[in-house]
């Protein structure tokens, strides 16, 4: 049987859909008419960095016609990829699909589009096997272990309607299409990750939610995240990306993090059921529903939960890492119970409006549009006894009435 020849075909095919280095180690035909591959390998390429997309697949057992495999076309519907390993990293250009489907919108006319790249798909079934991905420019190194998925694959088109994995004891669920065969090639894709530990490792937070993230914090908490995203299938993809997603974290320990160094939290003190606290000591939840358009992250009603007070941020982060969020510290007083609220118009704080922008290496603080010192944050444990202190005496005036 011309196996060596058969595996020649199947790598230049693998080579020409995935615009990575194909090798086939083993092939054999079974007197069933299937084929089985023993050992299939993609990438790297040659001048990419070490860190770069590979993949190796233990066993692939595929049905093939026996007619096709003489024919040398071999013709298959079935494809069971069994052991899947490797790493998924984006293009050296920031890109994560083959050039082959990111072309220009002025290179596809109905002319060149082919409508009968559906008349052969292949459902192609992963069974085991872990990934990792790697996005160096979001700090990210995810380990996805027991993989398990099913797609149909064709020409120009690709389906996958579920892949399901487990990441550090929490959940992955993925689908995602791709279809070139329309007169505006897109993509979409749906991501749900539940009770996923948050770490160095993923940076999820660096785009969804900028506040809490940073090079140097390693957050501690448990995150679920939901994602729909679309696109078109061009070369500026990321011009024409557009979704919604929801952002919940619960627990979340703050403790680190560069914004509550930068604002002067770490010295700021809390009474909790009597007791008194570090702020950076408190656990935090947060709720962030958000859309993605324009390059941008818009978080309309970012709310962190400190104790029984929300805060509520607006604000965006573009995809180049510039920020802009704001809070005005009057909208606090709106969270607290009207007794409490009498008390603090009696107070007549100033009402300041609060901003962060810039980038997460590089943030600047603002109060009514004026650039402020960190040490404008700082509360010391004696000052907040005074203003305790002078509270108290407010009411009791108030009761003494």
Wanted: hydrophobic content about 40%.
């Amino acid at each position: 049987m011309p196996t060596r020849w058969l595996s020649r075909r199947l790598e230049h095919s693998l080579e020409r859909l995935t615009g990575l280095p194909a090798k086939v180690d083993r092939l054999r035909l079974t007197l069933s008419g299937g084929v089985v591959l023993d050992g299939v390998h993609l990438g790297p390429l040659p001048e990419a960095p070490q860190s770069c997309t590979h993949v190796s697949v233990r066993k692939v057992l595929m049905n093939a016609d026996w007619g096709s495999v003489f024919c040398g076309d071999l013709a298959m519907t079935n494809v069971d990829l069994i052991g899947v390993e490797g790493t998924i990293a984006p293009t050296p250009d920031g890109s994560w699909l083959p050039k082959r489907w990111l072309k220009s919108s002025n290179e596809f006319t109905l002319d060149t589009i082919g409508h009968n790249d559906r008349a052969w798909l292949i459902d192609v079934e992963i069974r085991g096997g872990e990934l990792e991905i790697l996005d160096p420019a979001h700090s990210t190194r995810v380990r996805i272990t027991n993989l398990m998925g099913a797609a149909q694959a064709g020409e120009d088109y690709f389906r996958m309607s579920h892949l399901t994995g487990r990441i550090d004891g929490g959940h992955l669920m993925l689908a995602m299409s791709a279809d070139r065969g329309q007169e505006i090639p897109i993509f979409d894709g749906h991501i749900a990750l539940k009770e996923i530990p948050l770490g160095s490792q993923f940076d999820v937070l660096g785009l969804v939610c900028p506040l809490l993230a940073g090079n140097e914090a390693v957050p501690r908490g448990r995150m679920n995240l939901e994602v729909y995203l679309q696109g078109r299938l061009e070369s500026n993809w990321q011009e024409t990306l557009k979704g919604r997603g929801a952002l919940k974290i619960d627990p979340l320990a703050v403790e680190g993090l560069p914004l509550v160094r930068r604002l002067g939290l770490d010295s700021l003190i809390a009474e909790v059921s009597g007791s008194e606290h570090r702020l950076e000591d408190l656990t935090f939840r947060v709720t962030n529903p958000f859309t993605i358009q324009q390059r941008r992250v818009v978080s309309p009603a970012l709310i962190v939960d400190v104790g029984p007070v929300p805060l509520k941020f607006e604000g965006w982060t573009d995809f180049d890492g510039q920020l802009d969020y704001a809070i005005r510290t009057d909208a606090i007083r709106e969270q607290l119970p009207r007794g409490v609220r009498g008390l603090i118009d009696d107070l007549k704080p100033q009402d300041e409006a609060l901003a962060i922008r810039g980038r997460l290496d590089a943030l600047t603080i603002l109060v009514n549009d004026q650039p402020v010192t960190t040490e404008r944050f700082r509360i010391r444990k004696t000052d907040v006894r005074s203003e305790v202190e002078q509270i108290s005496k407010r009411l009791s005036e108030r009761f003494s009435r």
